[in-house]
Structures are given as structure tokens and as C-alpha cells.
């Protein structure tokens, strides 16, 4: 089995100097996870691990259970003597949440430990500053810093106008064009991935995400919308959730973070302009509907904000009803919610099987 550099798969030094509290431990990073069956990597290679009794038992939260991109302390690094054991979960630097479809109360972990959020968009038919701004929110909110990809150039025709219309709503985000027609992107993209950094594609379906990720790497490794793989490809179903990019670094590509459902999200830095305004309004409390002296109405008078913008912030206002909170401060919430007036812990674990069940 190959070595695998564990600078290349995100380890720094201050995991490194947290993993030295747990000693005739090992770190790895976990690549997938399937009910309470976790892939973890080491710098051995691949191996099936599962959660410590002990683990199970100190669990406070849902979120604390490891997910795709954490950094864990396991027994062992291969299988040879039977599945590892995951005795720690290392302190994240990022984590991405998301609710779970069909409830209205569940945050699900989709991924952690993410430098970089790349948010696709086509620049053909799927352009739509609305679905940026929320990308931009919810990216915002994992505490990984958002870069716009601007994909399939070579189907736009109004290339500067549309760049302008972003820098309007994109403040302080970098802007990346890209085509699978040629390769002059890949450096500045490459520039995320270096060092061991940690990237993560989000962006609606068809936009062109596996295509990147496929020249990135330089061979395909992800089915993408045109020809389906040969029979080979057919009978290794489970996609690859974590991609090691050779001398670079890490792509995540996990289901969840394909099929963003209600947001959590951080307005105050995706509409920090709206913000601003807000504050020179003369009521502290404005709704910016009907008030006299309002700055944000008087922004869209003058034509410094579009209505459109101020009706997609209400929006996502609306529907991340916890706006003051990030992810993290939610899934505490939550937690709160649906286990503080029963018997504790016990539900939780219970809740955490029956939602491995449903998966
Ligand atoms: N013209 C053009 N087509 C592209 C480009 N990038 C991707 N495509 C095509 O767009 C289609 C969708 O690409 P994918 O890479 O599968 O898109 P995706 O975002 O991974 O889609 P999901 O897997 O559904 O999330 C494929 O037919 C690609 O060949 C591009 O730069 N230019
Ligand atoms: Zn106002």
C-alpha cells in the first residue's frame, strides 16, 4: 500500500499538536461515512473504522459525531486485524451543515475542516444572482471562505456584463472564470488546493462541477452528464466523497453538499451592504417597507440597491429563521429543541441510529 502524505490531506500542525494528547493513537481523515461504518484515511491508506463505545457515550450533540473531512484518532492503520476504532474527533476548523429534507428541525454535518467553498454557477442558462447570494450565505456561514467558479465561458457571450453584475453582490469575493475547453484556469484554481488546503464544489446540478473536478485531476474519477462509464465504472457505485489531488490537496464532493436544501446562513457578510444601510435608517427596528426615514428605501430610490437584492434578503432571512446563529450555534439549538425536555443523552444516541437508518 502507498504512503500517503498527510500535509497533502489537510493535516496541520495544530491537529498535529491536538493528536498529541492521545498517544498509541493514530490520525486519519474520514473519507465517507455509511450509517456508523466510517472510511478513514491514514498515512497507510484506506481503512473501515467504527465509533469507540466511549465515544458514543461522550457525545453531547449530533454534530459531534464525525463526518466527511474531520480528523480522528483511530486504533490502527489498516484492516488487517479488523475494522479501526475511533476513539477521538479533532476540533474543526469549518463545518458544513445543512437541514435534512422533509423536517423542519434536524442539521445534518454534510462536511468539515474546509479551507475553500467553490460555488459554480454556468454562465449560460443557470446564471442567477438569487442563487448566488444564497450560495454566498450559506458558504459564508461554514466559516470556509466562498470563491465564485464561473463555468462553460465558452457559452457566454457577455462575459464582462455578467462579471459586473456579480461584483455587485459578491463583495470581497474572489472570481474565478473557467471552461473545460482549455486549461488556463487551473493554475489560479490549483492556487485553493496547494499545501494542503481543502476544497468543496457546491452549485446546482449540470453546472459543470465533476468536470472540473475530472481536469483537476487529470483523469475522470466522476461520472459527469455525458457518457456513462464502461462496465467497470458501473460496479464501483460508492462515489469517491474525498479526493486526494496529488502535490495539492483535497476536493470533498459529497452528496449533501450537492443538494442544498433550507439554508442556515450568514446575511451579515453576503448582504453587508444591506447591513450598512440598515443602519442609517432612523428607526433602529425598520422592517425598510413602509417607515419614513428609511436608508435602504432610499438606496432603492436612488438606484444604489435593486429591489430584487432587498426581496432576496428577506427570502433568506426568512427561511434561515435562526439568522443570528452560524451552524454550529444551531446545531446546539437544535439539540436544546428536540432533547432538552426529555431524557438526554440517551435520545440523542437513539435519534443518531434511527437517522443512520433512514440514510
Ligand atoms: N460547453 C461546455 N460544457 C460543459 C463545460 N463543463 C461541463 N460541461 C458539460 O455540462 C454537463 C454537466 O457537467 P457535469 O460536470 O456532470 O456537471 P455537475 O455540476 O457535476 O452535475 P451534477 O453531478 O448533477 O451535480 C456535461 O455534459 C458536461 O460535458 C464547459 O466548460 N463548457
Ligand atoms: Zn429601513
Wanted: aromatic share 6%; with cysteine.
Amino acid at each position: 500500500m502507498n504512503t500517503i502524505d498527510m500535509k497533502h490531506l489537510g493535516l496541520t500542525e495544530t491537529f498535529i499538536q491536538e493528536s498529541q494528547k492521545y498517544r498509541d493513537l493514530y490520525i486519519g481523515r474520514v473519507s465517507s461515512q455509511f450509517k456508523s461504518v466510517y472510511k478513514v484515511i491514514t498515512e497507510k491508506g484506506e481503512l473501515t473504522a467504527e465509533i469507540s463505545g466511549k465515544f458514543l457515550h461522550s457525545v453531547r450533540a449530533m454534530s459531534e459525531y464525525p463526518s466527511v473531512g474531520d480528523f480522528v484518532m483511530v486504533d490502527r492503520t489498516d484492516n488487517a486485524q479488523g475494522n479501526g476504532i475511533i476513539h477521538h474527533m479533532l476540533t474543526r476548523k469549518s463545518v458544513f451543515a445543512r437541514k435534512v429534507a422533509g423536517t423542519t428541525s434536524d442539521l445534518q454535518v454534510v462536511a468539515t475542516n474546509i479551507d475553500t467553498i467553490l460555488i459554480c454557477m454556468s454562465l449560460n442558462n443557470d446564471f442567477n444572482l438569487r442563487r448566488l447570494e444564497r450560495y454566498l450565505s450559506i458558504a459564508w456561514d461554514s466559516g470556509a471562505t466562498p470563491v465564485i467558479v464561473l463555468t462553460k465561458s465558452d457559452l457566454c457571450k457577455d462575459l464582462e456584463s455578467r462579471l459586473y453584475d456579480i461584483s455587485l453582490i459578491a463583495i470581497g469575493v474572489d472570481i474565478l472564470v473557467t471552461t473545460s475547453l482549455s486549461d488556463d484556469w487551473q493554475p489560479v484554481m490549483k492556487k485553493y488546493l496547494s499545501g494542503g488546503q481543502t476544497v468543496a464544489f457546491i452549485g446546482s446540478s449540470g453546472v459543470g462541477k465533476s468536470t472540473l473536478i475530472n481536469c483537476l485531476l487529470g483523469h475522470s474519477v466522476l461520472d459527469t452528464g455525458g457518457i456513462r462509464n464502461d462496465d467497470k465504472g458501473r460496479h464501483t457505485t460508492t462515489r469517491r466523497e474525498l479526493i486526494l489531488l496529488p502535490g495539492l490537496g483535497v476536493v470533498i464532493d459529497t452528496p449533501g453538499m450537492r443538494e442544498l436544501g433550507i439554508i442556515s446562513a450568514n446575511l451579515s457578510k453576503s448582504f453587508a451592504d444591506i447591513d450598512d444601510l440598515a443602519a442609517q435608517c432612523h428607526f433602529n427596528d425598520c422592517s425598510h417597507k413602509s417607515e419614513q426615514k428609511c436608508a435602504v428605501q432610499k438606496a432603492i430610490e436612488d438606484g444604489h440597491l435593486s429591489v430584487e437584492r432587498l426581496e432576496s434578503y428577506w427570502k433568506l432571512k426568512k427561511e434561515a429563521k435562526y439568522d443570528n446563529l452560524n451552524s454550529r450555534m444551531i446545531e446546539k439549538e437544535k439539540i436544546n429543541d428536540i432533547f432538552g425536555s426529555m431524557s438526554g443523552m440517551k435520545n440523542v444516541r437513539k435519534f443518531f441510529r434511527e437517522q443512520n437508518k433512514r440514510r
